[in-house]
């Protein structure tokens, strides 16, 4: 199984200020296909899960434009670039290229 | 507007089962993959299992395959977890997920509410 594993685990961030949060996998997440299936999903307190970016980089419809996604092979990171009260949150990185499907153990991101 | 509506969870013994839906609107059901994803209170996500549009193709977590069975009814736009043999282990608020593009998966899209199935005797 390819192994997502997420740093830091806990990031208190201030009002405004960016906030990043790295990903990495034990196995290259490059696909046959040519694609890499690496997303990343924010989590509010007593939501379920929502999609920010796909495929590394691309941010899904609706997702405000200071969150982007970067890397590639094994490397990847989240950036949000002023944090907001919105953005509060637990933050996963999930793998889609190999089965079974894994998620990294999560980011809690709260404001000092 | 693009939504997914799980139903089924509840309290049931070990040993015992359930099933679980997932009704589906906004899209072209057909076309789509289709997951279930759980999480154990106040723990991570874990992905369960996945068909494909179709129906043909399924996959499965080593911790659930040979007691959890996924399906769907494209006539019904709607996706089903049957799931036995429960254990304590497999208490989750379960997710419906409806897979991020019309080929290969690659991502999970949208996400419903989920449903709480808790195991206790």
């Known amino acids: 199984d390819i192994v997502m594993t997420q740093t830091p685990l806990s990031s208190p961030v201030t009002l405004g200020q960016p906030a990043s949060i790295s990903c990495r996998s034990s196995?290259?997440?490059?696909?046959?296909?040519?694609?890499?299936?690496l997303s990343w999903l924010q989590q509010r307190p007593g939501q379920p899960p929502r999609l920010l970016i796909y495929k590394i980089s691309n941010r899904f419809s609706g997702v405000p434009d200071r969150f982007s996604g970067s890397g590639a092979g094994t490397d990847f990171t989240l950036k949000i670039s002023r944090v907001e009260a919105e953005d509060v949150g637990v933050y996963y990185c999930?793998?889609?290229?190999?089965?079974?499907?894994?998620f990294g153990q999560g980011t809690k991101v709260e404001i000092k | 507007e693009v939504q997914v509506l799980e139903s089924g969870g509840g309290l049931v013994q070990p040993g015992g089962s359930l099933r679980l839906s997932c009704a589906a609107s906004?899209?072209?059901?057909?076309?789509?993959?289709m997951n279930w994803v759980r999480q154990a209170p106040g723990q991570g996500l874990e992905w369960v299992s996945s068909?494909?549009?179709?129906?043909?193709?399924?996959y499965y977590a080593d911790s659930v395959k040979g007691r959890f069975t996924i399906s769907r009814d494209n006539s019904k736009n709607t996706l089903y977890l049957q799931m036995n043999s429960l254990r304590a282990e497999d208490a989750a608020i379960y997710y419906c997920?409806?897979?991020?593009?019309?080929?290969?998966?690659?991502?999970?899209?949208?996400w419903g509410q989920g449903t709480l199935v808790s195991v206790s005797s």
């Open positions: 196995q290259s997440l490059v696909h046959s296909d040519g694609n890499t299936y």
């Open positions: 068909v494909s549009g179709s129906g043909s193709n399924t």
């Open positions: 997920t409806k897979g991020g593009s019309s080929g290969r998966m690659g991502y999970f899209d949208y």
């Open positions: 999930m793998q889609a290229t190999q089965f079974p499907w894994t």
């Open positions: 906004g899209f072209t059901f057909s076309s789509y993959g």
